[in-house]
């Protein structure tokens, strides 16, 4: 490993050494862009046409770019015309660019570079600024939801500093990751992007399909997210302020019996086995029933609501600085956030603090270095701990606090009851992580020729993750015994190392070639420290000296490492940019895979056609714009955790009398075969734009088929393992994503516009080796995950006694459809229930501009998902001991079908699983956004040079049944198992999604 | 003009140069392929288990796997619940398998749980009968002993499994390659092969009272074993006529061979504190470290009443923490603890007195016969005279007095055989104390029954009369011996529930007897309404089955299921 460390320090040495006697060529060209009304506009693109080199503006609308006296700059931003311009003899460029509703000479990120968009042959899709900064968000993913078509996400409750789960164009895997990959200014990450601060980000762009993702190899098949950062521009410093506050309220509450209804519900457990007289209820009966505090409450009329209790109203917060400037040889960005989560729930929150240098300095006019870096310090409670289970299962007949108004620690006799608000007692539960993260992005860039340029990239990327926990006495988890605590130290530290040449020349002036050609190494090294311990002698010490405890309970280290090496080579070509074509080859090797199948091969090819550039186009009225674009490209997956080819040892423990007896056994069975999963995507699609530009958009179709899933495959555990890993079957994901955008009206200063975005994806598997695989849970022809389990149809009512009994149930319990007709209900009668993947989802903004006022508004929804309620199960045990759901359960006199009858002797009801699932079909208005942009000479008056107030309301309302019929908060939910919670199910400890009340201000002095 | 095309030339070598570096410098980065090599570290690759080191730990690793049968809630509920002598408290959420719905299923957890651990201990049995003899570097009586033990567990795991789920996949070779193909070896294969193993085992094992390594498996504890397979197999459906008379010597070979003996006091055979103790022939080892205790022996827990919530009283480490799982039944209670004048067992293995804890003036609960008590630490707080005390006697004591007819799920004699105040804190589930899966008094009465069996009638009662005499009140050993006319064979199940009730032998000892069915109808009412022939046997768990090449149709489920 050293010698290859040395082998790329040479050759950057080397390269450093020689940039010197390589003559000067460009002038440095600087100037500000500004918007039709004089604002300045950040984030414009600046591209040297025919080449990569490329910049965007800074906060001020400036720029500062090299480019050479024949040069041509194209100028690009989202919404806008391009400009080109020549260079010739000037180093000052001022623009004002005009809005333009059609954008297809923007200029995005691609991998490796940056194309304009009417070049482009791939499935891209963008999110700039404006939609990152018009929504107070806490992960920079949320911005994506809604707004990309192809993309999915979803983000289950409130839980401060949870990070939303990601898919693009579907799941592909049974086990490798269907995770996208992260690709931060260059770098592509492990990891998500809670450490990134959304305000710092400049522009995402998603890559779809294979011939946009191709050159990313490996780790591109499940779609590849880019981010840029702000960068500085040369010119006049300038400080901006952005601030928001707002107010969080729960969204809903699960709703659970109270007092009497609680009462009601214990009596008829116990008249459903015959111990409690039927009819209505009397002092007698009752005395006999319930315990003295709970006859006191009946009499008094009193009930506790400990969900209530333990519930706050949350808000968040983020106060970022920024300073831009520099000069011709040095650009800057300097930022620093603080960014506060207070959650719903008492003792949940997370603090972020962020801190950005991004830098570039020309040595000299051939040779740039630069950085971006970033600094994360963040701490989060309530990670693990959850309050709210005990609260939604504590009988409210019981007290919680004595006269004097001390807490009673068993408010009721149940020994497993214990008080719910113990747990926020301060100190009683801690549970804090904290995260440290440096993330750099740090190149050399040399123009070796006009032509030829050379990159180098290192990404050293260092995270340190604390978790610590303590349980004291007085909680649920210990129930008066001794204090627990643990620690679970992770640190992580990745590097890549990229090399890449790029060339790119136009001949005979119709021919525009650019070739680029990249090796590319990474390397992860995770390492984790745990300790847990029993019998903390004083509460106060926390988990800050686990030594003194009476017993270490568990102590571990860890150590995971793994490597990733790659070539690259891609062919842009264009004909008078008519005919457009990529070409991409990338070869992969990982340390995962055996010894014979590390490297993998995954080529791409793309074919454009700009048919308004035709002379049957050319001169329409109605298209403007208009091209098609095919690919069809494969990729691979090797996101399996390291060692699945190696039969390895688990350890054990006995022991001989006293004397530890640690053993070793047989744990993995290992698979020397494991090759990597590949994906071929064929995807096409239409970009357009026509009347004038008001209406644009653009049409996608695909069909990815992906082979040799990477898979874990259950094994009979007679064999003395549960399974192993392997490659098998073929899976299948084709999909139809539009994105539209309308100008709807256009009076003077008013108007309105709309974006709208539809995703249809089918997820099926396609072959499996041996036909379905009911172990795993996989059947030919449905998604990659199911719900299979027993269907209920009702409830046995009192006249189908006779029928319940030959199915061995009771009159009052869950009817189960006999699948089979075979008269018995087991486990052949499962069938499958649904699926967690939606039929369709899609998002649709409408804006409304009126001088410098403006409004929008977006909806989100998603269709024809079936989801597992946790609720329904965990807290619908029917069994007239803990507080239950206030569900609509059946009696004698209420002849429901709903839930079944509540009987004591049952710690849950029979066939109980069946009762939680529903449809997942929500439609959502996420955002409501006003804002008000001050005129610059407004704000010049009071010293700024801009100057914007918004007051925005998140999440204001959910449609949906699981909402109205079912007392459910939210459906939304994880496709994929993710955060201990199986996909499709929503967490019975999840925080309640909240509505916010947002008020902000961005300001420039 | 010259000069400047020298220069062109120069730039131009020199660009040369530059490129053919860097290509240089991308081909020494593809030479380097040792950079995706894998190695591990923080674990442990298979091939370690063929080291001498690794032969130790591969045994220990298979002692192990026993822990997941005693002293847990899945071992009890498997052999308490749904018996004669037992049936459900108030709480916990396997009921059904005390009552026999039919939410006993493929699905059960503790099926599957069981299955997946025992086969994991065959699997690493295997490979330590497979691989020691290649071992370099081990002694020839180290490896015999290892591969004796190796088979002693195997033998454990598939006579414990034949019991309960009748004909199993049988696999005596290691797995090295994933497969699917199994299927279900006839239960006389089986027996085949257990009787095998241990008949191989004995030889290797050490003919000791116990191993220095307490815990180890011994000769005696072989030859136990086997007897009891014996007995075992004697009532199944591949008996051979000799089984009982192969049963007879193993036993008396336990008995007299390796300085094994009765405890004077049947008290102190599962005293607190006394678990390595001359009875004990083979005992799971539990400990107080939790480094080494895995799930710990959890019996301690789940035959107690709820004390905790009565008057004077709240939990703690001496009283233990009060599951309320298993509750005696009327029988048992009754019929088989019926003589206490002589018979010490009842008063030494249920607890009667409570002594005050959490001092105060209450109001009474269960006991109406008075409306309220004060209690100073340590007094007498509940009394279970185990009989039906009138209320006037009872109005005169000064504690809540609990009789059998106000009985409850939750209120019921408490077995103390397991009770753990060694635990750190009133709340730990992990018991430490050593779970005793073998004793003497047990081989008695297997050798009586084994005895009885070939009508040997004479032999049998002078067997069961050492339990019974050791198991009298002082002064009372003559009244407690039997006649040969006493020695019938209802007699001899209500001695072994006497002597064994509560150390999870009931439910495969009622299935030996081939008497379940009728015994759980007649005694356990709970039970009754749903037992039907085809629980005797228990459902194989259904993933099984599912991840089976063929599935049902090579690997079936037990009928009924």
Excluded at chain 1, 773 to 784: K, N, V
Excluded at chain 2, 41 to 55: A, F, M, P
């Amino acid at each position: 490993m050293l010698k290859k460390f040395y082998t790329y320090l040479t050759v950057v040495l080397l390269l450093v050494f020689t940039a010197s006697f390589v003559q000067a060529q460009d002038t440095q060209v600087s100037g500000t862009i500004l918007d039709e009304t004089g604002m300045p506009l950040p984030g414009v693109s600046i591209l040297l046409k025919g080449t990569t080199r490329g910049t965007t503006t800074d906060l001020d609308g400036k720029y500062s770019i090299a480019a050479p006296a024949d040069g041509v700059l194209v100028f690009s931003f989202i919404g806008y015309n391009n400009i080109e311009e020549t260079v010739g003899s000037r180093s000052k460029i001022d623009l004002t660019l005009t809005p333009d509703v059609s954008n297809l000479d923007e200029v995005v990120v691609v991998g490796y570079g940056t194309q304009k968009k009417s070049q482009l042959t791939g499935a891209i899709s963008s999110v700039g600024n404006k939609e990152i900064q018009e929504l107070p968000i806490t992960d920079a993913r949320q911005a994506l939801q809604g707004r990309a078509a192809g993309v999915d996400v979803v983000q289950p409750g409130s839980k401060p500093g949870s990070a939303p789960q990601v898919r693009i164009r579907g799941r592909r895997s049974f086990n490798a990751s269907n995770e996208p990959l992260y690709v931060i200014d260059g770098i592509p990450t492990v990891g998500g992007l809670e450490d990134i601060n959304p305000q710092d980000i400049t522009s995402m762009e998603v890559l779809k399909d294979a011939s946009a993702t191709a050159i990313y190899g490996s780790r591109g098949s499940n779609g590849v997210v880019l981010i840029t950062t702000k960068r500085g521009g040369a010119g006049k410093t300038t400080v901006s302020l952005d601030s928001y506050y707002g107010a969080s309220y729960e969204l809903g509450r699960i709703e659970v019996f109270d007092g009497p209804a609680f009462a009601e519900y214990k009596r008829e457990s116990r008249r459903a086995t015959g111990a409690y007289p039927e009819g209505p209820a009397t002092a007698e009966a009752d005395a006999k029933l319930f315990e003295p505090i709970e006859l006191e409450s009946i009499s008094l009329g009193r009930s506790t609501d400990y969900v209530a209790g333990l519930m706050q109203n949350g808000n968040i917060q983020s106060h970022q600085v920024g300073v831009s400037g520099g000069n011709d040889k040095t650009t800057f960005f300097v930022s620093g956030n603080y960014f506060k989560d207070l959650g719903v729930i008492i003792n949940q929150d997370f603090t972020r603090y962020t801190f950005r240098i991004n830098l570039d300095h020309k040595i000299t006019d051939k040779v740039s270095i630069g950085t971006s870096t970033l600094f994360t310090m963040s701490d989060r409670n309530g990670e693990n701990f959850n309050p709210i289970g005990g609260a939604l299962q504590e009988n409210p007949l019981g007290k919680p606090y004595d006269e004097e108004g001390n807490l009673i620690f068993l408010p009721t006799s149940d020994g497993l009851r214990t008080n719910p608000f113990a747990e926020v007692v301060p100190g009683a539960q801690v549970d804090e992580t904290s995260r440290t993260r440096i993330f750099n992005s740090i190149y050399l860039n040399w123009n070796i020729t006009k032509n030829l340029t050379y990159r180098v990239n290192f990404g050293p990327d260092y995270t340190v993750r604390r978790n610590g926990r303590f349980t004291g006495s007085q909680t649920n988890a210990r129930r008066g015994g001794d204090a627990t605590g643990s620690v679970d130290d992770r640190f992580q530290f990745n590097y890549t190392l990229e090399n890449i040449l790029n060339y790119s020349k136009t001949f005979n002036s119709v021919h525009n070639l650019n070739l680029t050609a990249l090796q590319s190494f990474q390397k992860d090294r995770f390492e984790q420290t745990t300790l847990d311990v029993l019998g903390i002698p004083a509460p106060s010490q926390l988990y800050h000296r686990l030594g003194d405890a009476s017993q270490i309970t568990s102590a571990n280290t860890n150590l995971v490492e793994w490597s990733l090496l790659s070539y690259m080579a891609r062919v842009n070509y264009d004909y008078k940019g008519k005919f457009l074509l990529t070409a991409s080859a990338r070869a992969d090797g990982s340390s995962r895979f055996g010894e014979n199948n590390k490297f993998g091969f995954f080529p791409s090819a793309a074919l454009g056609w700009n048919l308004h550039q035709e002379e049957f186009l050319k001169n329409s009225s109605f298209v403007d714009q208009l091209k098609f674009r095919v690919s069809y490209g494969s990729i691979g997956n090797q996101a399996i955790t390291p060692y699945q080819t190696q039969a390895l040892l688990g350890r054990t423990s006995y022991s001989w009398d006293n004397t530890a007896a640690f053993g070793y056994r047989p744990n993995t069975i290992g698979n020397p075969d494991l090759r990597w999963e590949s994906s071929s995507t064929f995807n096409t699609g239409f970009d357009f734009s026509i009347l004038k530009n008001k209406i644009f958009g653009s049409i996608e179709y695909y069909i990815t088929n992906t082979s040799d899933l990477l898979a874990p495959q259950p094994l009979p555990n007679s064999t003395g393992f549960g399974g192993f890993t392997t490659n098998i079957g073929e899976t299948q994901n084709r999909g139809i994503e539009l994105s539209l955008s309308t100008l709807n009206l256009e009076r003077g200063d008013f108007t309105w516009s709309t974006d709208m975005i539809f995703t249809k994806n089918q997820e099926e598997i396609i072959s499996l080796p041996n036909g379905d695989d009911i172990a795993a849970g996989r059947f030919i022809g449905q998604p990659l995950t199911v719900f299979f389990d027993l269907r209920k149809i009702g409830i046995w009512q009192t006249a189908e006694k006779d029928l319940a009994a030959s199915f061995g149930d009771k009159v009052g319990e869950i009817k189960i459809e006999d699948a089979n007709g075979d008269g018995k209900i087991n486990s052949l009668d499962r069938q499958i229930l649904g699926s967690a993947v939606p039929d369709f989802s899609f998002g649709i903004t409408n804006r409304f501009a009126y001088k410098g006022l403006d409004v929008s508004f977006f909806v989100y929804g998603r269709v024809g998902s079936t989801i597992r309620s946790q609720f329904h199960n965990n807290f619908n045990y029917l069994f007239g001991r803990y507080n239950n759901l206030a569900v609509d359960y059946w009696t004698p006199n209420n002849p429901t079908n709903l839930y079944p009858r509540p009987n004591q002797n049952q710690e849950f009801p029979k066939y109980n699983s069946s009762m939680q699932y529903f449809s997942g079909t929500f439609l959502k208005v996420r955002n409501i956004n006003l804002g008000y942009n001050f005129s610059s000479t407004v704000a010049k008056k009071i010293g700024l040079s801009s100057l914007r107030l918004y007051s925005s309301i998140q999440n204001p309302f959910i449609f949906s049944e699981y909402r109205k019929v079912h007392k459910g908060i939210d459906p939304e939910t994880f496709i994929d198992g993710e955060q201990g919670v199986e996909g499709g199910t929503i967490n019975a400890n999840i925080a309640p999604p909240v509505v916010q009340y947002t008020f902000g201000i961005n300001a420039k002095f | 003009m010259q000069t400047m095309k020298n220069l062109s030339i120069k730039k131009q070598i020199k660009n040369l140069a530059l490129k053919g570096a860097l290509v240089l410098g991308l081909l020494v980065g593809q030479a380097c392929q040792d950079a995706l090599q894998e190695d591990v570290i923080s674990q442990i690759g298979s091939d370690y288990l063929n080291t001498q080191k690794g032969l130790d730990d591969a045994i220990s690793a298979a002692y192990s796997t026993v822990r997941a049968w005693y002293g847990t809630e899945r071992g009890n509920n498997f052999t308490e619940f749904g018996t004669d002598i037992y049936t459900n408290g108030a709480d916990g959420s396997w009921k059904f398998m005390n009552t026999y719905t039919n939410q006993f299923d493929s699905n059960n957890g503790h099926v599957r749980e069981l299955w997946d651990e025992l086969y994991r201990g065959i699997n690493t049995c295997n490979a330590v009968i497979e691989r020691a003899p290649d071992i370099p570097g081990v002694s020839e009586a180290v490896k015999t002993q290892r591969i004796a033990e190796a088979k002693f567990i195997r033998a454990h795991h598939y006579f414990l499994m034949v019991q309960l789920f009748g004909p199993v996949e049988l696999r005596l070779e290691e797995t090295k390659v994933p497969t699917k193909e199994v299927s279900r070896a006839p239960e006389s294969e089986i027996y085949a092969a257990i009787i095998q193993d241990l008949s191989q085992a004995i030889p290797g094992l050490e003919a000791k009272k116990a191993s220095s390594q307490f815990g180890r498996a011994t000769r005696a504890a072989a030859e136990h074993l086997l007897g009891r397979v014996y007995v075992t197999k004697g009532t199944s459906t591949s008996k051979a006529s000799d089984d009982f008379a192969k049963a007879e010597p193993l036993f008396k070979n336990v008995i007299a061979n390796y300085g094994l003996k009765l405890l004077d006091d049947f008290g102190q055979v599962h005293a607190f504190g006394n678990e390595i103790n001359d009875e004990v022939i083979w005992s799971v080892q539990y400990t107080r470290s939790p480094l080494t205790n895995g799930g710990g022996n959890n019996s301690h827990v789940f035959f107690l009443m709820e004390y905790d919530t009565q008057p004077g009283m709240q939990r703690d480490t001496e009283n233990g923490r009060p599951f309320k799982r298993y509750r005696p039944t009327v029988y048992a209670m009754e019929t088989v603890f019926q003589n206490r004048e002589n018979d010490s067992r009842y008063k030494k293995s249920y607890k009667d007195t409570y002594k005050s804890n959490k001092p105060g003036t209450y109001n009474t609960t269960f006991d109406n016969s008075k409306a309220k008590l004060t209690f100073a630490a340590g007094d007498t707080t509940m009394f279970l005279p185990g009989y039906n005390m009138t209320a006037a006697e009872r109005a005169s004591k000064p504690y809540q007095v609990l009789i059998p007819s106000a009985y409850t799920e939750k209120l019921f004699p408490a077995l103390t055989k397991h009770l753990d105040p060694g635990r750190v804190d009133r709340t730990q589930f992990e018991g430490g104390r050593d779970y005793i899966a073998m004793r003497l008094a047990d081989t008695y009465l297997l050798l009586a029954e084994a005895q009885f069996r070939q009508g040997k009638i004479a032999e049998a009662t002078s067997t069961i009369n050492v339990i019974r005499r050791r198991a009298a009140w002082p002064g009372k050993e003559t009244a407690m011996e039997i006649t040969a006319s006493d020695m019938t064979f209802d007699f001899l199940m209500e001695e072994r529930a006497r002597e064994l009730t509560g150390e999870q032998t009931r439910w495969l000892d009622l299935k030996r007897w081939g008497n379940l069915i009728e015994r759980v109808k007649k005694y356990n009412p709970q039970a009754a309404p749903n037992i039907k022939d085809f629980h005797v046997l228990r459902p194989i768990p259904q993933n099984q089955i599912d991840r089976a090449e063929g599935g049902a149709s090579s690997f079936p489920q037990n009928p009924g299921y």
